[in-house]
């Protein structure tokens, strides 16, 4: 029965598939997958649009461009911060050799004179170079002495006066106490003077 169907004339007229409906399907499947692209291409476009008008600038320049000028200001900005530290330690080094520390101490060496008019006087670095200067004051003289301090080191002995302005010069919290001491001393004497001069008015 089945050789019968197989080798019958009808079978081979006839086939399974028609090829004028297997074309039909393809261009329709063609068809649909061209309009599939389209609406694609439309949506791909749109996007490309909004992200552009998202990522444009006030004058009207793209992200990239955008981008590299923020990038040159910030390589330029690196160069100048490079050279400012540069400079910074160029002053930092020089600022070391300033006169940076002083201390001062008033005293009087006589007993025909009052006021404290000698003086001892430090001007130092940052690295302790520099000079003690004393000043001696008396009613018909006054002699003027000079020390060189190298790295806190006097080159000569130090009297009291000037090995206390050498410590005040390194120390400067040591002179702002010997001057607290000295206003509290002149207000105190101030104080004492008050009584006598309103009994003797």
């Known amino acids: 029965m089945k050789a019968r169907l197989l080798d019958s004339d009808d079978f081979r007229r006839s086939p399974l598939i028609d090829p004028t409906a297997l074309s039909a399907a393809l261009g329709v499947a063609i068809l649909i997958l061209l309009l599939a692209l389209v609406l694609v291409l439309r949506r791909v476009m749109r996007l490309e649009r909004r992200v552009a008008a998202l990522t444009r600038g006030e004058d009207g320049e793209s992200l990239e461009r955008i981008l590299g000028k923020h990038l040159e200001r910030v390589i330029a900005l690196g160069v100048d911060v490079a050279a400012l530290e ?20 008033r005293f009087n060496p006589f007993e025909d004179t009052g006021s404290n008019q000698s003086f001892a006087l430090a001007t130092l670095d940052e690295d302790g170079d520099g000079v003690v200067i004393t000043s001696l004051h008396a009613r018909g003289l006054t002699r003027i002495y000079a020390k060189a301090i190298a790295g806190w080191r006097p080159d000569a002995a130090l009297s009291d006066e000037e090995a206390q302005a050498l410590a005040i010069a390194r120390d400067q919290s040591l002179g702002r106490a ?24």
């Open 86 to 105: 540069r400079r910074a330690g160029a002053l930092e080094a020089e600022g070391r050799h300033a006169v940076r520390r002083v201390g001062l101490v």
């Open 178 to 201: 010997n001057l607290r001491d000295r206003v509290d001393q002149g207000e105190r004497r101030g104080r004492g003077s008050r009584p006598a001069e309103r009994a003797e008015a």
